[in-house]
């Protein structure tokens, strides 16, 4: 046997299995990922541990009672609905902004680029504001939709259209026009090569802008107190509900609203992330 082959045989172990991959993480590495997951643990795991905690101390049975009772099932039909409806459409309008952003030069796109972030830096609360004085009942354009489920749609969709753009555009900007034109010197139509070779590669980043854009909508809280008018069963939202138990001592019936979020949160990540890696694959 050369030496060659004896290199090749040597990370077998003695039982015939070979030795998993070593680790490539230096001392300076492992200190920093040790803080990286403390860190996260502190801000992230363990306050979540504490919902969880704090919505099973009530038992099933209180954890049911809650998330049927008549006013909090209607808040988490009207807030899962509506985060998922703006969600479809900003996954649709945020890629459409995008590639014009990208591909188009016009009048005012610079001024279009600062527009679309100002949901970022706006004060949610402001935000409601705002939507209040052009959609509610003193409106200038003579649209109002306060007290209704428009208005939950409104704000929603306000407060996420930024998220799909800002995922996607970087994305298109470093695609390879070149394929593209390869694509259509080859016979394809613009509709084929957008579903075979852009779509694909752009699955990833809608993917990741529609999962940040529904967990934002599902949670959101100032852009709607003031214009959905939080009518019980009708206009309240599940952050609504839970601030409702908060306020009245209920911390149990809280917890357990929002691990159901938390639930829901994760199904739709899950199920995007699904998606997103089946169309990669077609691609």
Same mark, same amino acid.
């Given at each position: 046997?050369?030496?060659?082959?004896?290199?090749?045989?040597?990370?077998?172990?003695?039982?015939?299995?070979?030795?998993?991959?070593?680790?490539?993480?230096?001392?300076?590495?492992?200190?920093? =990922? &040790?803080?990286? +997951?403390?860190?996260?643990?502190?801000? !992230?795991? @363990?306050? #979540?541990?504490? $919902?969880?905690?704090?919505?099973?101390?009530?038992?099933?049975?209180?954890?049911?009672?809650?998330?049927?009772?008549?006013?909090?099932?209607?808040a988490i039909r009207l807030t899962i609905a509506e985060a998922l409806i703006v969600t479809l459409v900003n996954v649709v309008m945020g890629t459409a902004i995008a590639w014009v952003l990208v591909r188009d030069q016009f009048v005012g796109k610079r001024l279009?680029?600062?527009?679309?972030?100002?949901?970022?830096?706006?004060?949610?609360i402001v935000a409601g504001l705002v939507l209040l004085s052009l959609y509610g009942p003193?409106?200038? =354009? &003579?649209?109002? +939709?306060?007290?209704?489920?428009?208005? !939950?749609? @409104?704000? #929603?969709?306000? $407060?996420?259209?930024?998220?799909?753009?800002?995922?996607?555009?970087?994305?298109?900007?470093?695609?390879?026009?070149?394929?593209?034109?390869?694509?259509?010197?080859?016979g394809a139509s613009r509709t084929m090569t957008f579903r075979r070779i852009i779509l694909p590669s752009l699955a990833p980043a809608i993917a990741a802008g529609a999962a940040m854009s529904f967990a934002r909508a599902i949670s959101e809280y100032g852009s709607l107190v003031l214009l959905s008018g939080n009518l019980p069963m009708r206009t309240e939202v599940t952050s609504v509900r839970i601030l409702t138990y908060i306020e009245n001592g209920d911390l149990a019936s809280a917890a357990a609203v929002a691990s159901l979020l938390l639930l829901v949160s994760f199904a739709v990540i899950f199920s995007l992330d699904l998606i997103q890696r089946r169309i990669a694959r077609r691609g």
């Open positions: 046997m050369t030496a060659v082959e004896v290199s090749e045989v040597a990370p077998a172990t003695a039982s015939g299995r070979r030795r998993g991959p070593r680790t490539t993480l230096t001392r300076a590495s492992g200190i920093g =990922l &040790g803080v990286t +997951v403390l860190w996260f643990s502190l801000l !992230v795991l @363990l306050p #979540l541990c504490a $919902v969880i905690v704090e919505a099973s101390e009530g038992g099933w049975s209180q954890f049911w009672d809650t998330v049927t009772s008549p006013q909090t099932a209607a279009l680029e600062v527009i679309i972030d100002v949901p970022f830096a706006l004060p949610t003193d409106s200038p =354009l &003579g649209i109002d +939709v306060a007290n209704t489920r428009s208005a !939950v749609f @409104l704000a #929603l969709a306000f $407060v996420t259209l930024p998220f799909v753009v800002r995922t996607v555009q970087p994305v298109l900007e470093e695609l390879d026009s070149e394929v593209e034109e390869a694509a259509a010197s080859l």
